[in-house]
Each structure stands twice: as structure tokens, then as C-alpha cells.
Nanobody, 123 residues
Framework: QVHLVESGGGLVQTGGSLRLSCAFS????????IGWFRQPPGKGREFVGI????????YYGDIEKGRFIFDRDNAKSTAYLQMISLKPEDTAVYFC????????????????WGQGTQVTVSS
């Protein structure tokens, strides 16, 4: 059974950076695409983007692409979300999710989810 654990969240000032990690276990990480979602306070969950399994291609949701960078290390079974130039509107609980093969922007496409990590950006 696939298990995901996010880490790296915290409190940061506007303009700061954070790198979130998503540690994967219970399967062959190299065969899974990793999606990132976030849920701002009082709002629904939204798709941030995905890094695919096959060639680590990245696709972004409706966000500023230059501020969010996806990466993965198959040897460590870990995916990363690097966030730069953070803004207060980036405040949210961030989740990673795993899907075998290619997946998309809908949360029902993902078989496993992490518990989430809180990111708070102060103004």
C-alpha cells in the first residue's frame, strides 16, 4: 500500500522560499506520477501541478509557473515542490498525491494522499 508523507512546511515571510518534500513508500516510486494540491483556509482543494513518472515532465495548474518548481529523486523515492517568492495567498495546506502512470488535475485520479503540510506566508 502506497504511503506518502509530506514535510517542509512552515511559516515564512512574503518573498521567502520553502521546499516541500513528499516521501513515498509501499510501491515502485518510479512508476508513479506525483501531483501537488493545496487547500487555502476556507476554500476547496486546488491543483498545483504534477510531475510525471516517465520523463519527469511537469504540468501546472492555474498558478504562477515561475514560482513553483516540481522535482523528483527516484533513488530516494521522494518528490519535491520548491516554492519561491511566496505570497500571503499561497497560504494553504499542501498535499502530495500519487497515481500510477499519468494522471491529471482531479483529486479522484490519485490513489494515495499524504496528510498535508501547512504553509503560512505572513505579510
Amino acid at each position: 500500500q502506497v504511503h506518502l508523507v509530506e514535510s517542509g512546511g512552515g511559516l515564512v515571510q512574503t518573498g521567502g522560499s520553502l521546499r516541500l518534500s513528499c516521501a513515498f513508500s509501499g510501491g515502485n516510486f518510479s512508476l508513479y506520477s506525483i501531483g501537488w494540491f493545496r487547500q487555502p483556509p476556507g476554500k476547496g482543494r486546488e491543483f498545483v501541478g504534477i510531475i510525471t513518472w516517465k520523463d519527469a515532465a511537469t504540468y501546472y495548474g492555474d498558478i504562477e509557473k515561475g514560482r513553483f518548481i516540481f522535482d523528483r529523486d527516484n533513488a530516494k523515492s521522494t518528490a519535491y515542490l520548491q516554492m519561491i517568492s511566496l505570497k500571503p495567498e499561497d497560504t494553504a495546506v499542501y498535499f502530495c498525491a500519487a497515481a500510477e502512470g499519468i494522471s491529471g488535475a482531479h483529486d479522484y485520479e490519485y490513489a494515495a494522499w499524504g496528510q498535508g503540510t501547512q504553509v503560512t506566508v505572513s505579510s
